[in-house]
C-alpha cells in the first residue's frame, strides 16, 4: 500500500546495481560496471512497471459517459471541486485500469457497476493521495445476495458482500447500487468491503487498517471495545452489526464515517476524530450541497 515514488526507484535500483558491481569484481571494472548498471536498470523497470502503466491511462480522456455516471450515481463526486473531482476521476481510470471486476465466472459487467465498485475503493483512500490497492483480489459482482457455501445467487441468500483473507471481493449488485442511491443511511456494501481489506492488508483482520497512524493505534483498540458494547446495547448510531468484532466495528463505522459523518460526530465523537485521522478526510465539515434530508 505505500506510495513509491522516483527517489525510492531509483535508490532501489542502485543498490542493485552496488551489489552486484561488488559481486562481479573478477571480471573488471569495466565488466562490473557494465553488469551492475544492467541489473540497476531491469530493477527500475520492474519496480516502475506500475507506475508508468498508470501514466499511460492517464494520458487517455476521461470517457465522457463514464463522467456523467459519476455525476449521477456517487454523491461524493458531486460534492468535490473541481480540481479534487480531476483526481478523483484519474483514481477511478487507474483502479478500473490495474483491478479485474467481473460477474461470477468472469461475465462482463456494464460500466456503472464497475465505477460504483471504482468509486467506493476510492473514496476510502482519497485522503492519501500516493496509497495504492494491491492487485492480488479480483471482484466479483453478483446479481443479488449470495450464499456462503456455494455462492449461489437465491432469495435466501445471507450475504450482499464477503472478504476472505486473501480471496476475492465478492459483492451483490443489488446492494452495490443501493448503496450509492441513498448516500445518507449509513449502509454502503462497497464501503464495508473495501474497509475490509484495508484491514486484511497486514495479513490479519482486527479492526486496524493499514495506514492508522501508529500513535493512535492503541487508543482505537480501547475505544473499539467500548463501541462495540455500546453498539450491542443500541445506544449507538452504527448498526448492531458493529458488535460483531473489531473488524465489523471498524468497516460499519466507515460506512457511517463517509454516509452519516455529522451524526457520527455528534454522537461518537472520539470515533470520528479517529477515522478522521485515519483516513485524513473530514466529511462532517463539507457542505452536502445536494443533500436531500439532515441527518
Given at each position: 500500500?505505500?506510495?513509491?515514488?522516483?527517489?525510492?526507484?531509483?535508490?532501489?535500483?542502485?543498490?542493485?546495481?552496488?551489489?552486484?558491481?561488488?559481486?562481479?569484481?573478477?571480471?573488471?571494472?569495466?565488466?562490473?560496471?557494465?553488469?551492475?548498471?544492467?541489473?540497476?536498470?531491469?530493477?527500475y523497470l520492474g519496480l516502475s512497471?506500475?507506475?508508468?502503466?498508470?501514466?499511460?491511462?492517464?494520458?487517455?480522456?476521461?470517457?465522457?459517459?463514464?463522467?456523467?455516471?459519476?455525476?449521477?450515481?456517487?454523491?461524493?463526486?458531486?460534492?468535490?471541486?473541481?480540481?479534487?473531482?480531476?483526481?478523483?476521476?484519474?483514481?477511478?481510470?487507474c483502479f478500473l485500469a490495474e483491478?479485474?471486476?467481473?460477474?461470477?465466472?468472469?461475465?462482463?459487467?456494464?460500466?456503472?457497476?464497475?465505477?460504483?465498485?471504482?468509486?467506493?475503493?476510492?473514496?476510502?483512500?482519497?485522503?492519501?493521495?500516493?496509497?495504492?490497492?494491491?492487485?492480488?483480489?479480483?471482484?466479483?459482482?453478483?446479481?443479488?445476495?449470495?450464499?456462503?457455501?456455494?455462492?449461489?445467487?437465491?432469495?435466501?441468500?445471507?450475504?450482499?458482500?464477503?472478504?476472505?483473507?486473501?480471496?476475492?471481493?465478492?459483492?451483490?449488485?443489488?446492494?452495490?447500487?443501493?448503496?450509492?442511491?441513498?448516500?445518507?443511511?449509513?449502509?454502503?456494501?462497497?464501503?464495508?468491503?473495501?474497509?475490509?481489506?484495508?484491514?486484511?492488508?497486514?495479513?490479519?483482520?482486527?479492526?486496524?487498517?493499514?495506514?492508522?497512524?501508529?500513535?493512535?493505534?492503541?487508543?482505537?483498540?480501547?475505544?473499539?471495545?467500548?463501541?462495540?458494547?455500546?453498539?450491542?446495547?443500541?445506544?449507538?448510531?452504527?448498526?448492531?452489526?458493529?458488535?460483531?468484532?473489531?473488524?465489523?466495528?471498524?468497516?460499519?463505522?466507515?460506512?457511517?464515517?463517509?454516509?452519516?459523518?455529522?451524526?457520527?460526530?455528534?454522537?461518537?465523537?472520539?470515533?470520528?476524530?479517529?477515522?478522521?485521522?485515519?483516513?485524513?478526510?473530514?466529511?462532517?465539515?463539507?457542505?452536502?450541497?445536494?443533500?436531500?434530508?439532515?441527518?
Amino acid at each position: 500500500m505505500a506510495r513509491i515514488d522516483r527517489s525510492s526507484l531509483v535508490a532501489a535500483a542502485l543498490g542493485g546495481g552496488v551489489a552486484v558491481l561488488a559481486s562481479w569484481q573478477p571480471l573488471g571494472a569495466a565488466g562490473a560496471a557494465l553488469a551492475g548498471t544492467l541489473v540497476a536498470f531491469a530493477l527500475y523497470l520492474g519496480l516502475s512497471r506500475r507506475t508508468r502503466a498508470r501514466r499511460r491511462v492517464l494520458e487517455r480522456p476521461f470517457p465522457d459517459e463514464w463522467r456523467t455516471l459519476l455525476e449521477r450515481r456517487v454523491v461524493y463526486y458531486r460534492e468535490l471541486d473541481e480540481r479534487e473531482r480531476g483526481r478523483f476521476r484519474q483514481e477511478v481510470a487507474c483502479f478500473l485500469a490495474e483491478q479485474t471486476i467481473t460477474g461470477p465466472r468472469g461475465a462482463p459487467l456494464d460500466d456503472e457497476l464497475r465505477l460504483l465498485c471504482a468509486s467506493a475503493a476510492v473514496m476510502l483512500v482519497f485522503g492519501r493521495p500516493g496509497f495504492r490497492y494491491p492487485v492480488l483480489r479480483d471482484i466479483v459482482v453478483y446479481a443479488a445476495a449470495f450464499d456462503e457455501e456455494d455462492f449461489q445467487v437465491s432469495r435466501e441468500g445471507d450475504f450482499e458482500g464477503q472478504v476472505h483473507t486473501q480471496g476475492p471481493i465478492l459483492l451483490s449488485a443489488e446492494a452495490l447500487r443501493e448503496g450509492f442511491e441513498d448516500a445518507y443511511d449509513g449502509r454502503n456494501v462497497a464501503l464495508h468491503e473495501f474497509a475490509h481489506v484495508l484491514d486484511y492488508e497486514k495479513g490479519e483482520s482486527d479492526g486496524v487498517p493499514i495506514f492508522m497512524p501508529a500513535p493512535i493505534v492503541e487508543e482505537w483498540r480501547e475505544l473499539t471495545l467500548r463501541e462495540m458494547e455500546r453498539a450491542s446495547t443500541g445506544r449507538s448510531v452504527l448498526d448492531d452489526y458493529a458488535a460483531e468484532s473489531e473488524a465489523e466495528l471498524f468497516a460499519v463505522a466507515t460506512e457511517a464515517f463517509f454516509e452519516r459523518p455529522r451524526g457520527l460526530r455528534r454522537r461518537h465523537p472520539e470515533l470520528y476524530a479517529l477515522l478522521r485521522q485515519t483516513y485524513q478526510q473530514d466529511p462532517a465539515a463539507k457542505r452536502f450541497k445536494t443533500r436531500k434530508r439532515a441527518e
